[in-house]
């Protein structure tokens, strides 16, 4: 193991970033030998998810350094693994992130200094545009700098493969390797790109060619330009708010009323806490007074109320949809697929056996979703629609990633159709729960899964709950260990396994049909552990009364949330 005066003096010898290098220096002088080990004893690993992580000094953090690193790394991967990679080239864009432009143009410099092509994206981009242009233009691979919805403190580096999706394995592995053969850093100038005959600026086509094919989702503009309906944009990051304008125009809909305070980019997030749709009071809308003068121009309901819709519960909306959208071209119904990810509701999975349609589902992330989406379409599928229920949704066949952009332009089509609707819509789907608990402390969230993976000592392992809520527990899928109950004699599970803790429950009370399925599992990017609930019966009174008893019996006896101090929201 490497002393940390070894770490501190590497760091030194490569860092020219003389903030971030007198940072380091700093720590060392003042002896703070605590914080120097939490920032350069453990690289920042990268997978699937490519880099996230606080920007600061340090091997474990996200820095110039860092971002140099992966660069190289990745450019050396791409170079050996893809046919013609120089010329086909790299997209890169940015979001607004502190640090987002500069390590855009680092990224950029990276892969000139070895020859390949760069499509460096001019100015502030959505993230699907990143995806877009990787396979209209048939580029190598891409990359991303945002952190998605981490806290303001944070910065990420998500990479697209050439088949324009989120890489998986083991492309990750490979990824990870090479940058660690490639860690002398080749060039620090972040003016390189646009000085270099291998820059090619494709913003303003990529961007016409990106709403010319959103349009193609547009299935009601004479309907929409009539709409006596008003629509209010909060745009939590800033950055959708100029494509949504744009997305709302083309598709018909009179301008919305945006909320000014998040109408631009601003890396501090100066409106919300934490910029994640699924924080409480993450959108300013739902946080403020309903009755303020600046959304006067938002129709609410006779009480002055907002409706809130869970990812859920637009899932399920949007699916159905789609499934009614397809229907009605004729097209044969066996030849349609939909893809969720595995903590997602079950209900587009019941749809889907009840009309006919394929329906697949897949680990977190859409990664995963838009790999799937991609195995089903060389199956002879076509898959219009996907989802996660940490709201995201994927629309059509050109971007296999979320898109923000398309999915509110789809929910404003939604009410165009069924705005008298909407809330008794809803009120049908608002047993569908996503909830967490809070726990900083990696080590006690291990111990915690092992608990519920040995729940009963005196049996042989693996023993978990037999019960909960009432119901028995009548199958087990944990996707860390790789244990399925339902699939003797091997009891592998048909998913892949997950890099986190991911257990999923069925339970039934066979007497009256009550039925529940519950997925808990942690996550990759927050200190989070993370519950799926949703339940199904005759009753469904009963089902609304059951679900909570469910989660304090959850939370109070499987996890022990007093004992272990965890967090609920």
């Not at 940015?94 to 760069?118: M, P, Q, Y």
């Not at 324009?164 to 990750?172: E, K, L």
């Not at 229920?389 to 066949?397: H, K, N, R, V």
Request: hydrophobic share 35%.
């Amino acid at each position: 193991m490497s002393s940390l005066k070894d770490l501190v003096d590497e760091w030194l010898r490569l860092d020219q970033n003389q903030q971030t290098r007198q940072d380091i220096q700093t720590l060392w002088n003042a002896g703070n030998t605590e914080e120097l080990e939490r920032r350069m004893r453990v690289r920042i690993e990268f997978g699937t998810a490519g880099l996230r992580g606080k920007m600061e000094a340090g091997w474990a953090r996200m820095n110039d350094l860092i971002i140099i690193q992966a660069s190289q790394g990745l450019c050396a991967y791409a170079l050996a693994h893809v046919d013609n990679a120089a010329t086909r080239g790299v997209v890169i864009g940015h979001d607004h992130r502190h640090n987002s432009e500069r390590w855009a143009g680092l990224t950029a410099a990276a892969f000139i200094a070895s020859g390949v092509k760069v499509y460096l994206l001019q100015g502030i981009v959505h993230t699907p545009m990143v995806p877009y242009s990787v396979k209209r233009l048939s580029a190598a691979c891409g990359v991303m700098i945002t952190a998605s919805h981490n806290p303001k403190q944070d910065n990420g580096y998500k990479v697209y493969w050439e088949n324009a999706v989120q890489i998986i394995g083991p492309h990750d592995e490979g990824i990870a390797d090479s940058i660690k053969a490639n860690l002398r850093p080749q060039s620090w100038d972040v003016n390189t790109a646009t000085l270099s005959s291998l820059f090619t600026d494709v913003t303003a086509q990529m961007h016409e060619g990106y709403f010319k094919q959103l349009n193609q989702l547009n299935l009601s503009r004479e309907a929409n330009t009539k709409l006596n309906v008003k629509f209010v944009n909060t745009s939590m990051h800033g950055v959708s708010d100029r494509f949504v304008a744009e997305a709302f125009s083309s598709f018909g809909f009179a301008p919305y009323a945006p909320v000014k305070e998040q109408q631009q980019p601003d890396p501090e997030f100066p409106t919300v806490r934490f910029p994640n749709p699924e924080e409480k009071g993450a959108s300013y809308v739902l946080a403020q007074d309903p009755d303020s003068d600046r959304f006067s121009a938002a129709e609410r309901g006779a009480n002055g109320e907002w409706t809130t819709f869970t990812g859920d519960q637009l899932g399920v909306i949007f699916g159905y949809r789609t499934f009614e959208l397809y229907k009605a071209t004729g097209k044969p119904i066996e030849k349609l697929a939909m893809v969720a990810s595995t903590v997602s509701s079950k209900m587009l999975e019941a749809i889907a056996r009840v009309e006919g349609f394929r329906f697949a589902e897949c680990l977190t992330g859409f990664k995963f979703i838009g790999n799937t989406a991609l195995d089903l379409v060389k199956q002879g599928y076509e898959v219009p629609f996907g989802y996660e229920e940490a709201i995201g949704f994927m629309f059509g066949s050109e971007i296999r990633d979320k898109d923000g952009v398309a999915a509110t332009v789809s929910f404003t089509e939604l009410v165009t159709a069924l705005h008298s609707e909407m809330k008794t819509v809803k009120s049908y789907l608002d047993d569908l729960y996503d909830r967490y608990f809070i726990c900083t402390d990696p080590p006690t969230i291990d111990k915690i899964f092992a608990r519920v993976r040995s729940y009963d000592a005196t049996a042989p392992s693996p023993s978990y709950p037999r019960s909960i809520g009432g119901l028995a527990v009548t199958s087990v899928i944990d996707l860390t260990t790789g244990y399925d109950s339902t699939n003797p004699p091997a009891y592998k599970p048909s998913l892949p396994l997950s890099s986190g803790h991911m257990i999923q429950f069925r339970a039934e009370n066979k007497e009256d049909g009550t039925k529940i399925v519950l997925t808990t599992r942690t996550s990759g990017t927050e200190p989070k552990i993370k519950y799926y609930l949703e339940g199904s019966g005759k009753n469904a009174q009963s089902v609304h009364v059951l679900l909570p008893k469910v989660v304090a019996e959850l939370g109070d006896v499987w996890l022990e949330a007093g004992k272990h101090g965890l967090g609920r929201a």
